[in-house]
């Protein structure tokens, strides 16, 4: 049975501490680290790392460098760690417990095979080796290449493989044995438009409603925002933020983005009369913030458009692109 | 086209996994089918046997004549071959096995030589070690994807001249010679595999392109074969010369892939071998014997053997990692 913790992002804990919200988000967790600290010699790579994965897609975000590969491969046992401990699906991950890789499937970043093997044998050989019955293999080595869209190439040679056949047989060979948990690194490495189009609809597919638990290591934040519900920000081998996405978006002090027909002076004085902070427009639109509860700050937004003859086109609670809020992470 | 499995959606397994020991044999076993995948494994295979057809060959052709010389009354009848009473069959084993050592060299080339460092190539490890196997899996279960198909290479031309002289020359010694000739050559058999296994594993881990591997470990073979050779040739010099052979020359002459080889199965047959016919004249007044090196000591052969494979075992496990470490 997965251990069960709380999952508390630390910018919801920063608002809890000084709004007085409290959000609580309980989910299952998959992988906790704590106090990990990893090194490649003089090199740390893992610096003091604490942190909790959920259930579902999680996103491992950071810049190259930022420790998110070496994460993985400590994880999956790889790796050593200098002290700390991670713990994965239940199981010591530093006890490099065989148990651990058979639940867990990898897709690494690095093109990977076996030489001289078809996809077909390849990917069923991947099944032996993780615990399958040879017939077994075979039979659900042809069912996820099918899945994974690979299709009559399945009997090609692996080597004659385009870059993003390559990272869908990367994908199969992990999926193959049923994982409760799937590592991604760079899923989208190298491929084009299309592909990572694909690439990203199958790993979205795999993560909602399958019962499997990804998380994917990328720097390609469109990526995770499509396929992830959460992010863990790792930077110089230690964390910078952690949440679901939609926190980690969110502004503090309940901004709005007021849209206007056009850009208008007045109706910026009148915010500021009635005590609003207003940012300089992007294009027609003002960013606002006001004390107040939430009805209370529409009421008198909409009363200093009316006074100012200032044309609302639109109204939403303001939040940042994951990009920005990524930056203000790392930063 | 339609596919034909109609549910392309990804569906969870949740059928039997086996518990995530003895990887290594699956490892073994894909090896296995790789070689026997080329054709150049069957091809070598079939030309490695080759001493051992001629040998049949020459001595059915011996008693042929002789048993139609008996008919036509040109030697009495009843009379034994006297050819055939001289031979020392274990020698013809160790000829057969000697001779033989150049191709499956090539063999080890061609299914051994590439096994890691392909592997290296294509990242095939962080593949092999993702899955719940551990380094031990993949170090022995790649020796013996090596060990096994040479082993069989070199047993089935053995046992195929075993049958042959079983059935057709049991009068002439050929169980009473020696009674447990059978597992010493079940026990031979096993030396090519154990020694190209261990050193062509080792070669391989220490490069990424199966090429690269391949010419370095044909330098050593090539390079330690040279020495071997230089050394029979002083032996025989010496040998033709007044004294006898230094017994340093004797065991220089088994410091190569080959000479290991051979030194063992000298050892396991208890023998210095001989000539296809040993009553053959002596050669400018030297004893044919004398021309072969003597067989070594247990104390010298085997170390060497155990410390040349280990070596190679321990180089293959030190390259092997999942991760390529930085900064040191």
Same mark, same amino acid.
């Given at each position: 049975?997965?251990?069960?913790?709380?999952?508390?992002?630390?910018?919801?804990?920063?608002?809890?501490?000084?709004?007085?919200?409290?959000?609580?988000?309980?989910?299952?967790?998959?992988?906790?680290?704590?106090?990990?600290?990893?090194?490649?010699?003089?090199?740390?790579?893992?610096?003091?790392?604490?942190?909790?994965?959920?259930?579902?897609?999680?996103?491992?975000?950071?810049?190259?460098?930022?420790?998110?590969?070496? +994460?993985?491969?400590? #994880?999956?046992?790889?790796? &050593?760690?200098?002290?700390?401990?991670?713990?994965?699906? $239940? /199981? *010591?991950? =530093?006890?490099?417990?065989?148990?651990?890789?058979?639940?867990?499937?990898?897709?690494?970043?690095?093109?990977?095979?076996?030489?001289?093997?078809?996809?077909?044998?390849?990917?069923?050989?991947?099944?032996?080796?993780?615990?399958?019955?040879?017939?077994?293999?075979?039979?659900?080595?042809?069912?996820?290449?099918?899945?994974?869209?690979?299709?009559?190439?399945?009997?090609?040679?692996?080597?004659?493989?385009?870059?993003?056949?390559?990272?869908?047989?990367? +994908?199969?060979?992990? #999926?193959?044995?049923?994982? &409760?948990?799937?590592?991604?690194?760079?899923?989208?490495? $190298? /491929? *084009?438009? =299309?592909?990572?189009?694909?690439?990203?609809?199958?790993?979205?597919?795999?993560?909602?409603?399958?019962?499997?638990?990804?998380?994917?290591?990328?720097?390609?934040?469109?990526?995770?925002?499509?396929?992830?519900?959460?992010?863990?920000?790792?930077?110089?081998?230690?964390?910078?933020?952690?949440?679901?996405?939609?926190?980690?978006?969110?502004?503090?002090?309940?901004?709005?983005?007021?849209?206007?027909?056009?850009?208008?002076?007045?109706?910026?004085?009148?915010?500021?009369?009635?005590?609003?902070?207003?940012?300089?427009?992007?294009?027609?639109?003002?960013?606002?913030?006001?004390?107040?509860?939430?009805?209370?700050?529409?009421?008198?937004?909409?009363?200093?458009?009316?006074?100012?003859?200032?044309?609302?086109?639109?109204?939403?609670?303001?939040?940042?692109?994951?990009?920005?809020?990524?930056?203000?992470?790392?930063? | 086209?339609?596919?034909?499995?109609?549910?392309?959606?990804?569906?969870?397994?949740?059928?039997?996994?086996?518990?995530?020991?003895?990887?290594?044999?699956?490892?073994?076993?894909?090896?296995?089918?790789?070689?026997?995948?080329?054709?150049?494994?069957?091809?070598?295979?079939?030309?490695?046997?080759?001493?051992?057809?001629?040998?049949?060959?020459?001595?059915?052709?011996?008693?042929?004549?002789?048993?139609?010389?008996?008919?036509?009354?040109?030697?009495?009848?009843?009379?034994?071959?006297?050819?055939?009473?001289?031979?020392?069959?274990?020698?013809?084993?160790?000829?057969?096995?000697?001779?033989?050592?150049?191709?499956?060299?090539?063999?080890?080339?061609?299914?051994?030589?590439?096994?890691?460092?392909?592997?290296?190539?294509?990242?095939?490890?962080?593949?092999?070690?993702?899955?719940?196997?551990?380094?031990?899996?993949?170090?022995?279960?790649?020796?013996?994807?090596?060990?096994?198909?040479?082993?069989?290479?070199?047993?089935?031309?053995?046992?195929?001249?075993?049958?042959?002289?079983?059935?057709?020359?049991?009068?002439?010694?050929?169980?009473?010679?020696?009674?447990?000739?059978?597992?010493?050559?079940?026990?031979?058999?096993?030396?090519?595999?154990?020694?190209?296994?261990?050193?062509?594993?080792?070669?391989?881990?220490?490069?990424?392109?199966?090429?690269?591997?391949?010419?370095?470990?044909?330098?050593?073979?090539?390079?330690?074969?040279?020495?071997?050779?230089?050394?029979?040739?002083?032996?025989?010099?010496?040998?033709?010369?007044?004294?006898?052979?230094?017994?340093?020359?004797?065991?220089?002459?088994?410091?190569?892939?080959?000479?290991?080889?051979?030194?063992?199965?000298?050892?396991?047959?208890?023998?210095?071998?001989?000539?296809?016919?040993?009553?053959?004249?002596?050669?400018?007044?030297?004893?044919?014997?004398?021309?072969?090196?003597?067989?070594?000591?247990?104390?010298?052969?085997?170390?060497?053997?155990?410390?040349?494979?280990?070596?190679?075992?321990?180089?293959?496990?030190?390259?092997?990692?999942?991760?390529?470490?930085?900064?040191?």
């Amino acid at each position: 049975m997965l251990p069960v913790g709380r999952w508390l992002s630390p910018r919801i804990r920063r608002n809890a501490l000084t709004t007085e919200r409290v959000v609580y988000c309980c989910v299952s967790v998959v992988a906790r680290i704590e106090n990990l600290v990893v090194r490649y010699g003089q090199f740390t790579a893992l610096n003091g790392l604490t942190c909790e994965i959920p259930e579902g897609a999680t996103g491992l975000l950071g810049p190259n460098g930022a420790g998110k590969t070496t +994460l993985l491969k400590t #994880l999956l046992g790889f790796v &050593k760690p200098a002290s700390g401990k991670a713990e994965i699906l $239940g /199981l *010591d991950a =530093a006890s490099g417990d065989r148990m651990i890789r058979q639940k867990v499937g990898l897709m690494p970043e690095q093109d990977c095979h076996i030489p001289g093997m078809s996809a077909v044998q390849f990917v069923a050989y991947a099944g032996e080796l993780a615990g399958m019955p040879p017939e077994q293999g075979l039979r659900r080595a042809h069912e996820v290449l099918e899945y994974c869209g690979l299709g009559e190439a399945r009997y090609r040679n692996v080597e004659t493989y385009s870059t993003g056949m390559k990272q869908r047989i990367k +994908l199969a060979q992990a #999926l193959v044995h049923g994982p &409760k948990l799937l590592l991604l690194d760079e899923p989208t490495n $190298g /491929l *084009d438009p =299309a592909g990572r189009e694909e690439m990203l609809e199958l790993v979205r597919s795999v993560s909602h409603g399958k019962g499997v638990n990804v998380l994917v290591s990328s720097h390609v934040l469109p990526d995770i925002e499509r396929v992830c519900d959460r992010v863990v920000v790792v930077m110089g081998g230690k964390l910078r933020a952690a949440g679901s996405i939609k926190d980690l978006k969110r502004i503090e002090g309940d901004s709005v983005d007021v849209e206007l027909r056009e850009a208008s002076v007045p109706f910026a004085q009148a915010i500021q009369r009635i005590g609003g902070v207003i940012s300089p427009p992007k294009f027609t639109t003002y960013r606002i913030q006001l004390p107040g509860k939430p009805d209370e700050v529409s009421r008198a937004i909409l009363a200093a458009a009316l006074e100012t003859r200032a044309q609302v086109r639109g109204y939403k609670i303001a939040e940042r692109s994951l990009e920005e809020a990524f930056l203000d992470a790392v930063s | 086209m339609s596919s034909p499995i109609a549910d392309l959606s990804y569906r969870h397994y949740d059928g039997e996994l086996l518990p995530p020991v003895n990887r290594w044999w699956a490892i073994a076993k894909a090896s296995i089918r790789l070689s026997i995948k080329k054709k150049g494994f069957w091809i070598w295979a079939a030309i490695s046997s080759y001493w051992y057809l001629i040998m049949m060959a020459t001595y059915y052709f011996i008693d042929n004549f002789f048993s139609g010389a008996a008919q036509r009354g040109v030697v009495q009848l009843g009379q034994k071959n006297p050819l055939l009473s001289t031979i020392i069959w274990k020698d013809q084993f160790l000829n057969g096995f000697s001779i033989s050592q150049m191709l499956l060299f090539v063999i080890a080339l061609l299914v051994g030589v590439g096994t890691i460092s392909n592997d290296n190539r294509a990242n095939a490890l962080l593949v092999y070690l993702s899955k719940p196997c551990t380094k031990a899996d993949y170090v022995i279960g790649k020796w013996f994807g090596i060990f096994l198909p040479l082993t069989a290479v070199t047993l089935a031309p053995m046992l195929f001249f075993y049958a042959y002289c079983a059935m057709s020359f049991k009068s002439y010694g050929f169980f009473s010679q020696d009674a447990l000739l059978l597992p010493k050559l079940l026990l031979i058999s096993m030396i090519p595999g154990a020694v190209h296994a261990s050193l062509a594993l080792g070669v391989s881990s220490l490069f990424n392109q199966g090429r690269l591997a391949g010419a370095t470990y044909s330098g050593i073979y090539f390079m330690s074969l040279f020495f071997t050779k230089a050394m029979q040739v002083v032996h025989f010099k010496m040998a033709a010369g007044d004294h006898a052979a230094s017994p340093l020359v004797d065991k220089l002459y088994y410091f190569s892939i080959d000479g290991i080889q051979i030194g063992l199965a000298k050892w396991i047959l208890a023998t210095r071998g001989s000539e296809l016919f040993p009553h053959q004249s002596d050669l400018n007044g030297i004893p044919p014997t004398s021309l072969s090196v003597p067989q070594p000591s247990f104390a010298y052969i085997v170390p060497l053997a155990l410390i040349a494979c280990g070596i190679g075992v321990l180089v293959a496990w030190r390259r092997v990692r999942a991760v390529e470490v930085v900064g040191r």
